[in-house]
């Protein structure tokens, strides 16, 4: 099983579940030192003879990730499970100020990284005799979510590599679907703060009035891993306390552009 971005947040969680399940897990991602806290949080989860191991990896260069896969087929000589969580946004403002440079790198790491996460782990898996891919979405892949710049585009993405996939190996066996997390108490979302109305506009536009935790993604990609689910395939599943009923959240405050930048005031 390989989980990538293991080394923190949602990734840690979801590799926790997998290794306490009885998994033979390995985590990747770029800080050797993160993998190796995080490696050591996981084995002390573990149980039913799951286990964690660490690889160093940057999912938008072929080559590690390829590395990657190959260290994922070393505990038990198989691969049939894939989390390809590694992932992350950046280059906040509208759209007609985006730095290009900085788009084109959010889209490397979400949508090629993710591919290159199923060009590598697909051949394994069929070898295996069928497997489950994971993706990581967001709700901002399928609700507006102002000033975001590339993200949402990139996991828009990853929601239809997911279903193309899914049709695509359906025939040998492997299945594909996403997970859409809404706000989710990370080592990122920490960023905001709790007292700010960035953070009040999702606890408003949240049903069940609260944010979710690790565990709360990690508990369904160890369900999709899974055989309890062999036939669901090409599905997007929210985990987000219904916050995908309403509007995305308010970000106008994080975002530092002019009235002259934007050839006007910032819509009300």
Not at 5 to 11: D, E, P, Q
Not at 28 to 45: F, P, Q, V, Y
Request: net charge negative; aromatic share 6%.
């Amino acid at each position: 099983m390989l989980v990538t971005g293991g080394g923190t947040g949602i990734g840690t969680a979801c590799a926790t579940q997998l290794a306490a399940d009885g998994a033979a897990v390995t985590i990747c991602g770029r800080t050797e030192s993160r993998l190796e806290d995080a490696a050591k949080r996981i084995a002390a989860a573990a149980g039913h003879g799951g286990s964690v191991h660490t690889v160093v990896a940057d999912v938008t260069d072929e080559d590690s990730v390829a590395n990657a896969v190959a260290k994922a087929l070393e505990p038990t000589g198989q691969l049939d499970g894939c989390v390809a969580n590694a992932g992350g946004g950046g280059g906040f403002g509208p759209y007609h100020v985006q730095n290009t440079e900085e788009f084109l790198r959010v889209l490397h790491l979400n949508v090629l990284g993710t591919m290159l996460c199923v060009k590598h782990t697909v051949p394994r898996m069929r070898e295996a005799g069928g497997g489950s891919f994971v993706g990581m979405s967001s709700i901002a892949g399928h609700q507006t979510h102002l000033y975001f710049g590339a993200y949402t585009a990139s996991k828009a993405g990853i929601e239809q590599m997911m279903r193309n996939a899914a049709d695509e190996f359906g025939h040998v066996g492997i299945r594909f679907n996403a997970i859409r997390p809404g706000f989710i108490a990370t080592e990122i979302m920490a960023a905001i703060p709790r007292d700010s109305s960035v953070y009040e506009s999702y606890i408003t536009q949240t049903p069940m009035g609260d944010v979710g935790q690790p565990e709360d993604v990690g508990r369904l990609a160890r369900f999709l891993v899974g055989t309890e689910s062999r036939w669901i395939t090409g599905q997007i599943i929210n985990v987000d306390g219904g916050h995908s009923l309403r509007r995305g959240p308010d970000f106008r405050p994080f975002v530092a552009v002019s009235d002259e930048v934007l050839g006007g005031k910032l819509p009300e």
